[in-house]
Structure formats: C-alpha cells, structure tokens
C-alpha cells in the first residue's frame, strides 16, 4: 500500500466513522482489506481503491465495514457488568417502580455480546422484574455486525470468551456445532444499524449507556461530540460506561465520575444534584 492510499483510506475512515488511523496501522489495512478484493473479484488493493474512488457504493461500504473492530464478547471485562448487576439494576427497580419500564442502550455493539449479557443479567433477575417492560437496543456501524447480531448464533470459540457452562447451557440452545441465543432474551434486544457520527436523538431517551471500547477509536473533537450526543441520551440520573481503559474526565463536563478504573461515569446535567444517580451505591 502506498502512502497515498494509506492517506486515502485513513480520511474516508475519518470522514466516514470517526475511527483515526496512524501510519502503522497500514499492515492492518492490507490484511482486512484482501477480503474485500476477493468478495468483490478485483486483481488486488489497487483495483479495490480505484473502485472506491470511483464511487462504487458497494465497495465503499465494504471497505469501511472491514476496517470497523468486531473484537467482543460476553461479559467482557467482567467487573463493569458486577457493577450493574449488584448496582445499577436494584437502583433501577426502585427509580422506575413507578411506570415500571427502563431502556438500555449498547454503542457499537458489534456481533451482539455485550447486548446479550446485559440481557442475560435482567432474566437470571427475573423475579425482581414481572411485568415490567425492559428494551436493550444495540447500535452498529457495520451492517454485517448488525445481522450476525440479530442472528444471535454463535460458535464454540464466541461463546467460550467470558461466557461460563452455567448461562451457556441456561440461555442458549445448541445448533449443530454452535449454539443460538434463546428466544426469550432475542425479545428483549434490537438492533440497528447506527452511525456514532449522526444524530442519535431519534433514539429515544436511555437509563444505561454502554459505549464500551469505542471512544478509544476517535480523535478529541469526536470524543466531544460524541459524549454531548450520549449525554443527552441518557435520563437524569443515567449511567454511562465506557471502556476500562477510556477516559471521560477531561473530555467532557456531562459526566461524574464513578470509577474510573472501571469507566463508569453518571450523567451530570444542569440542576441535578450528584447524589441523585443510579450508578451510585445507595
């Protein structure tokens, strides 16, 4: 790959996501993007680039959802999910005992593990929750992420990274050589294709936020703009997580710090006092 291409490449991902790419990113590059040369039956990256630059939709698109980052899986990073658990959902019940209805929402979700998990935590507190009516909506950019999410179907490897025998046998049911999420926690999740970089408003309002690892792939502007989108998602006393190893102190003035090591954040909007948070240990 040339360094014109790279630098191609690099402003369309930019202009297009949000992700930045450096320079020694190009090996990575190369290597996602040959899958994409053999889809489309083009002699090499060059030909794949010319096309692109041409304007063929097909293979932008393709592009684009090559480079987008599919590395999940269940509970990852276990610690934020015990906070929301031994946290987060008993707030909950007692902050929407009233109407008895909350939504949750998973940023770039990718292949739909993290949706699932928070899924999976609601149903194991089943008895806590009768007749309410919970929504967990996942968010993606790439379109084939967004599919193999509904889906819901995954292989031995997917569901042994982070996921123990005891929900595996309890939530899924075994096709073939992989296993299928169940029914009943399929209805409690959609998915969507979404772009982080447009207008999340139509949405709807969030009590949870997870925008797990996500953050980690922008520049500071993007950060910004993507945290005053999220904070105006979120109810006022909403949670937002983010990735363990991401930062919102210093980005953006619409959220409190919880646990940092953790990213847990709570919303923080004007003329809320900061006890009045789920994320907070009542």
């Not at 409690?188 to 709807?204: A, H, I, K, T, Y």
Request: overall charge positive; aromatic content about 8%.
């Amino acid at each position: 790959m040339t360094p014109e291409d790279f630098t191609f490449v690099a402003r369309l991902l930019k202009d297009q996501t949000g992700l930045v790419l450096t320079r020694d990113k190009a090996y990575l590059v190369e290597n996602r993007l040959q899958s994409v040369v053999r889809e489309h039956r083009l002699a090499d990256l060059t030909e794949l680039l010319a096309e692109v630059r041409g304007g063929n939709p097909a293979a932008t698109t393709d592009l684009i959802d090559a480079m987008m980052s599919k590395d999940t899986g269940f509970f990852r990073d276990w610690k934020p999910f015990k906070h929301l658990a031994e946290v987060v959902l008993p707030n909950l019940r007692r902050a929407r005992l009233a109407k008895r209805t909350f939504r949750i929402l998973c940023a770039g979700c990718a292949s739909g593990q993290e949706a699932y998990s928070v899924a999976m935590q609601i149903v194991e507190e089943a008895q806590h929750f009768t007749g309410w009516q919970v929504e967990i909506v996942g968010i993606d950019l790439s379109a084939a992420a967004i599919d193999a999410a509904g889906r819901g179907a995954y292989n031995q490897f997917e569901v042994q990274r982070g996921l123990p025998i005891r929900r595996l046998l309890r939530h899924f049911t075994k096709v073939g050589s992989g296993w299928t999420i169940n029914e009943n926690l399929r209805r409690m999740v959609s998915f969507r294709v979404w772009n982080l970089l447009e207008d999340m408003f139509p949405l709807g309002r969030f009590d949870v936020v997870l925008c797990r690892n996500v953050l980690i792939a922008f520049d500071q502007q993007t950060k910004i703009a993507t945290l005053q989108k999220l904070a105006r998602l979120l109810t006022d006393d909403g949670v937002l997580y983010v990735g363990v190893n991401e930062s919102v102190t210093g980005v953006s003035g619409a959220f409190r710090v919880i646990a940092s090591t953790l990213g847990i954040y709570a919303a923080q909007h004007e003329g809320v006092p900061p006890s009045h948070s789920m994320a907070a240990h009542l």
